[in-house]
C-alpha cells in the first residue's frame, strides 16, 4: 500500500467512476484499475462494486475510506514536520491581545516550543487597532482580537474561541453594591471609564450599546490604552466601569468587585485568525496544538 494507491482510491469513491479519477491524474482507465486491483489484493478484500452502469462502495470501501483519508493527512503532516526540521529555524508570528490571552497563550506556546524546538516564536502585542493593520498587511502569521474585527479582513479565516459576559467593575467597598438590585440613576452620575475608542472600537460600540439597552447613561470622563491602567484606577476609586467578566482575572486586585449584569444575553467574542493562503508551514502545525489545548482546558474557553 503506497500513497499513490491511496490517492486514487479516493479519487475513484469521490466521482464513482474509474474514468472520471484517472483524468484527474493525465492516466488511462485501466492504470487506475490496476492501482486498485493491487491494493485489494493487499488488503485482502474488494473495495468496489463494478457493474456496466456504477461503482460503488462496498462496505468494506465505505469503512477504508475515512482510514485513507486519515492516513493521507498523516503523511502530509508527518512530511510537514519534515521539511521544517531540514530548513534553517523558521519563525512564528502570533498578533494578540495581552489581557484576554494571558490565561492560555503561554502554556501554548510553551508546549509548541517543546514540540517544535527549532521554530522561533515572536509574540507580538497589540490593541485591536493594532492588530487590525498588521493583518491588513499580512505581517503576522496568527491573530487573536476580537471576532467582529478579524472578521473585517477579508484574508483571514477566523474562528471563534472565546464568548465573554459584561459585567459592572467597581470597588468592593462601592455604595452600589450594598443593594439587592444596581441603581443605573445613580451610577449614571459617577466617573466612567472606558478604553480609548481608537484602540478598542468594537468593545466600546458593544459597551455603549449595552448601557443604552439597561437604561444606563454613562459619564465618560477617562480613556485608556491598556487593561491594566483602567482596572488600577477602577482600584483608587476615580471612577467605574464595564467590562468583560473576565477581566476579573486579568491582575490581582484585591479591592475590585465584578458584578456580573442583569440584563443581557450580550456577550464579548475573541477568535483566533490566520491567512487563508498559508504560506509558513509553522501555522498548521500550532493550529493542531491550540485546538488540542482547547479540548484539553475547555474552562478557559
Known amino acids: 500500500m503506497d500513497q499513490k494507491q491511496l490517492t486514487y482510491f479516493i479519487a475513484v469513491a469521490k466521482y464513482r467512476n474509474f474514468s472520471r479519477a484517472a483524468q484527474d491524474f493525465y492516466l488511462t482507465q485501466p492504470a487506475i484499475s490496476h492501482q486498485i ?16 452502469k456504477k461503482v460503488t462502495l462496498t462496505d468494506s470501501g465505505e469503512l477504508f475510506l475515512e482510514d485513507a483519508k486519515s492516513i493521507l493527512d498523516a503523511m502530509e503532516q508527518a512530511k510537514q514536520k519534515l521539511d521544517l526540521a531540514k530548513e534553517q529555524p523558521s519563525v512564528l508570528r502570533i498578533s494578540h ?7 492560555f497563550l503561554p502554556e501554548v506556546v510553551n508546549q509548541f516550543h517543546i514540540r517544535y524546538p527549532h521554530i522561533k516564536i515572536k509574540l ?11 493583518a491588513a498587511r499580512q505581517d503576522a502569521d496568527i491573530y487573536y482580537s476580537m471576532m467582529p474585527d478579524l472578521q473585517q479582513i477579508s484574508t483571514l479565516d477566523v474562528k471563534k474561541i472565546q464568548s465573554d459576559a459584561f459585567c459592572l467593575v467597581t470597588r468592593k467597598d462601592h455604595p452600589a453594591l450594598q443593594k439587592m438590585v444596581l441603581d443605573y440613576d445613580k451610577l449614571s452620575t459617577e466617573p466612567f471609564l472606558v478604553f480609548h475608542p481608537e ?8 459597551i455603549m450599546e449595552l448601557c443604552t439597552q439597561i437604561g444606563f447613561h ?9 487593561y491594566e491602567n483602567l482596572l488600577q484606577a477602577v482600584e483608587a476609586g476615580t471612577g467605574i466601569s464595564i ?12 479591592n475590585l468587585a465584578f458584578t456580573l449584569l ?15 493562503e498559508i504560506s509558513n508551514p509553522a501555522v498548521p502545525l500550532f ?3 491550540f485546538r488540542e489545548y482547547m479540548r484539553e482546558h475547555p474552562e478557559h474557553f
Do not use: C, G
Open 37 to 52: 486491483k493491487m491494493l485489494e489484493k493487499e488488503l485482502d478484500t474488494e473495495l468496489f462494486v463494478r457493474n456496466t
Open 124 to 134: 507580538m502585542r497589540q490593541d485591536a487597532l493594532q492588530i487590525s493593520e498588521t
Open 218 to 226: 454613562p459619564r465618560v470622563t477617562e480613556q485608556f490604552d491598556l
Open 287 to 289: 493550529l493542531e496544538v
Open 243 to 254: 467590562l468583560p467578566y473576565r477581566s476579573r482575572s486579568y491582575m490581582h486586585a484585591n
Open 262 to 276: 442583569d440584563s443581557s444575553n450580550d456577550t464579548l467574542d475573541l477568535a483566533i485568525a490566520w491567512e487563508h
Open 199 to 206: 484602540h478598542a472600537r468594537y468593545m466600546n460600540q458593544r
Open 97 to 103: 491581545l495581552s489581557a484576554p490571552t494571558h490565561q
